[in-house]
């Protein structure tokens, strides 16, 4: 069967985003190839029924593709990018998922017309509940737009940036930002071991009531500070630990400092 799309790259990220399009039946697996070095995760890939190579030359010359996908890490993408030039001269759409790397590196290695598409997504799109924001170049198509968006919309929530500088901040806050929720996790539960509880309660009430307090913020027509208040009884115990919390911007200042180093850390991963 023919292929419609490559993925180069099926680590944590890439994996992530090719079991939600499998799983919800948005491409058949037969018309997916894969290019990944590490056998165990080409293995794991294979798994989902698509075709996998180790290198990029295995892949058969009669594949024309809609789409090819980068989702390697951003410091080795301008020594990756090269073998898949073929498929943008045919008029492949090219999709990025790296951090930094801008649309111009595709341009100058691929083509100055290429179709070239960046995508930040974060890993809840393994389980389509993902957040994924959108740059295209003018040389991306109506079609390949559509191709795209069906696509990684079984990844969960699409969004799309005006300017490519915005990137940046995008990856510091939602495609860096579940590993931070998953620290507040861990560092609630070590909260309430500290308060006596035992520590798998803590780890069970620490999960829960994140996911219960994201789910409803998503759900609610209120907005988040009235969320918060709607816990905080006057003089009652959410409002003795948001004065630690909120005392001083506390925490709003730590959160303001983390997403500030992400974004400079994203800006020079763009050379
Ligand atoms: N992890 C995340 O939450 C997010 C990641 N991203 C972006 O996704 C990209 C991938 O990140 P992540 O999945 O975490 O990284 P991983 O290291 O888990 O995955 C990248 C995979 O690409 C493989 N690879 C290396 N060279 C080639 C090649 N020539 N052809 C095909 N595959 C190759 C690597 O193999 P090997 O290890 O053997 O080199 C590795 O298995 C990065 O650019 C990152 O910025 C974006 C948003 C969120
Ligand atoms: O940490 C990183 O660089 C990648 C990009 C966003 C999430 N993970």
Known sequence: MAIDLILAGCGNMGYAMLAGWVKAGRIPAARVAVVEPNESLR???QMLGVSVYADAVEIPADCQPKLVIFAVKPQVMKAVVPAYQRFAEM?????SIAAGTPVAVFESLLGSDAAVIRCMPNTPAAIGKGMLVLFSNAHVTEDQDTFVRDLISANGAVATIPNEDLMDAVTAVSGSGP???FHF???LTAAGEAAGLPSDVA??????TVYGAGALAADSEEEPGKLRENVTSP???TAAALDVLMGGDRLKTLLVEAVDAAKKRSIELRD
């Open 43 to 45: 293995a794991r890939a």
């Open 91 to 95: 008029g492949a759409a090219i999709l």
């Open 179 to 181: 590993a931070y929720i």
């Open 185 to 187: 996790i861990e560092a």
């Open 203 to 208: 780890k069970l009430l620490a999960m829960q």
């Open 235 to 237: 003089n009652g115990t």
